[in-house]
């Protein structure tokens, strides 16, 4: 077992940094290249880009998506879109070996041990938020309350973040119908001009050639994305959850490693104790 000297010299805490999500950047860079490769080998002249088309989607996407939600949930759909290309990096096994020299150094040493490590747990805002509550002496079935009601919040949050995405992802392609309709409404209208009917149908077909690659090959995957990285953010605080509850219960720490274990997939389990 990690002797109390060492449980306490060891208990280093990385102060996480949001950090560019490559494989999230890459899959839409190389699905933007694949499609500009296919239109560059066509055999045609045909020009891909069209300005009305492109704002009847783009802003048409985003004026019917802000009816579904409040004034600040739409305000916030930049951070929305970057908490799915920038994330914070934070191992899950480094997570609960710090987990579990914080509980062996309060087992050891006493819960107000940890006040000694206090610098060190600021780098992590929730987790020194969640020691502060076991050192300030609540119930361990109050710290369990405290953390579940903070957690269930942060997955609320992500929850709602995900479903504006989703809901774009949704009309986007509906808008790229609405813009052929009108594509075509028009083109109708100048049948006696047999030369304009051609240009005028691949212009109408534009809005859905972008609707259809904002909503499959962007806003879904990007809401897929966050909804991914929302599960580990929760599975953190539950870790944090378990361990701040076991040390104010004063468990053995060979329990709590059990516990943290049961929430890690089998490839990122600790053997804290040999």
């Known amino acids: 077992m990690t002797d109390t000297n060492a449980a306490g010299a060891n208990i280093s805490i990385k102060k996480s940094k949001a950090a560019v999500d490559l494989t999230t950047v890459l899959g839409l860079v190389l699905t933007f290249v694949l499609i500009g490769v296919a239109i560059a080998i066509g055999q045609s002249d045909a020009n891909f880009f069209n300005l009305p088309s492109f704002l009847i989607v783009v802003l048409g996407t985003i004026s019917v998506t802000s009816i579904s939600f409040s004034w600040e949930e739409v305000a916030n759909a930049g951070k929305v879109i970057g908490n799915s290309l920038f994330r914070q990096k934070r191992d899950a096994s480094e997570t609960a070996r710090q987990l579990m020299n914080i509980a062996v ?12 490590i206090e610098s060190e747990l600021k780098k992590d805002e929730h987790l020194h938020k969640a020691t502060q509550v076991v050192t300030d002496g609540y119930k361990p079935e109050e710290i369990e309350s405290l953390l579940a009601q903070d957690l269930d919040a942060l997955v609320e949050r992500h929850r709602r973040s995900a479903n504006i995405l989703r809901r774009a992802a949704e009309i986007s392609p509906a808008m790229g119908l609405i813009g052929t309709l009108i594509g075509l409404v028009q083109m109708l209208a100048n049948l006696s001009d ?6 005028a149908m691949a212009v109408a077909l534009l809005t859905t050639f972008y609707g259809a690659i904002m909503g499959t090959a962007v806003l879904s995957p990007m809401a897929a994305k966050l909804e991914r990285n929302s599960n580990e953010e929760a599975m953190l605080r539950s870790m944090v959850m378990i361990a701040m509850s076991s040390i104010a219960r004063q468990d053995n720490p060979r329990r709590l490693e059990m516990l943290l274990n049961s929430e890690l997939p089998p490839s990122k389990r600790i053997k804290y104790f040999d």
């Open 194 to 199: 047999p030369e304009s009917i051609g240009p």
């Open 105 to 116: 150094l309060a087992k050891q040493k006493g819960l107000l041990s940890l006040s000694s």
